[in-house]
């Protein structure tokens, strides 16, 4: 990117960093890490409405859309709040979980 030049959300998300999975008995997990100028670039009605700057959760479909790429099945499930740029993931274990 040149200097001076604002990055687009294309640009942003091949920046977005993927954790390694882990799991509890029910659900597998993983956070995403958006670069931090990619929340000016998202559209405001992501947000939640007040002046927190958090993500509300958004759907699958949404979070496709500013370049989260996850295989099928992933639900946005909450923002870690002290860091708004980091969202977290889960999906059922296979075989529903407990034994």
């Known amino acids: 990117m040149a ?18 999975r882990y ?7 993983r956070h995403v890490i958006l670069p931090k100028q990619m929340l000016k670039l998202i559209p405001k009605s992501y947000f939640v ?3 927190s700057g ?13 370049g989260i790429t996850q295989s099928l099945g992933w639900e946005h499930f909450e923002v870690h709040a002290p860091e708004p ?5 889960r999906r059922p274990l296979p075989g529903g979980g407990k034994k």
Do not use: V
């Open 23 to 29: 799991s509890d008995d029910n659900f597998e997990y």
């Open 3 to 20: 200097p001076g030049k604002s990055a687009s959300l294309e640009e942003l998300s091949e920046r977005i960093i993927y954790s390694d």
């Open 54 to 66: 958090l993500l509300r959760i958004l759907d699958e479909q949404e979070w496709r859309g500013i």
């Open 85 to 89: 740029h980091i969202l977290l993931f």
């Open 49 to 51: 409405p007040d002046d």
